[in-house]
């Protein structure tokens, strides 16, 4: 697995990834009229991909997707966090692999190295989607309606996560997210 900042290339692979995980989840509750963009919202700080295949190896199959933008105004998420992790899903033939927790870190590293807080929301009825975040350390700080509504027509319950704290692993040689 390789895990490296998406590129314009790597657009077609997670739309196609993210039409997987749509059928198999639901997520996104609502399918966009253009994915591609949906994938590049505004504000991004940064977006990654796991890509199937050893590392440096061209044309491997996105297996998950992250991206981290500036928290948008009006989510109806009330947050000290400026930053907010979106648009994250894994290939369901591959999680509890590691793609997630690859993904996660990517993101808090760069908010860690911008100096800045981060945080996410999930819905917290879907498919143990919460108890996976824990898993990988983050934390259910808060839970609300959401401030849009699902294909159904109603908002949601979504839940708050904040990530685990940063402790130094000399191995990595920086600071590491456990």
């Known amino acids: 697995m390789e895990l490296r900042e998406r590129r314009d290339e790597d657009l077609a692979g997670a739309v196609r990834l993210l039409e997987q995980v749509h059928a198999a989840d639901g997520y996104p509750s609502r399918w966009p009229p253009d994915p591609g963009a949906w994938l590049r919202p505004g504000g991004v700080r940064g977006a990654w991909v796991v890509l199937d295949g050893p590392e440096g190896s061209p044309g491997g199959a996105v297996l998950g997707h992250v991206a981290l933008v500036d928290r948008a105004p009006g989510r109806g998420l009330e947050s000290d966090a400026p930053l907010e992790v979106v648009r994250l899903f894994v290939d369901p033939a591959r999680r509890r692999c590691g793609v997630g927790r690859l993904l996660l870190a990517a993101a808090v590293d760069r908010a860690?190295?911008?100096?800045?807080?981060?945080?996410?929301?999930?819905?917290?009825?879907?498919?143990?989607?919460?108890?996976?975040?824990?898993?990988?350390?983050?934390?259910?700080?808060?839970?609300?309606?959401?401030?849009?509504?699902?294909?159904?027509?109603?908002?949601?319950?979504?839940?708050?996560?904040?990530?685990?704290p940063v402790h130094a692993d000399p191995s990595r040689g920086r600071d590491a997210v456990r």
Request: aromatic share 6%.
């Open 112 to 164: 860690d190295e911008l100096g800045l807080v981060v945080d996410l929301q999930v819905v917290a009825a879907s498919s143990g989607a919460v108890a996976a975040y824990e898993r990988l350390g983050w934390r259910e700080v808060r839970r609300h309606a959401a401030a849009w509504t699902s294909a159904s027509g109603e908002h949601p319950e979504v839940a708050r996560m904040v990530p685990p």
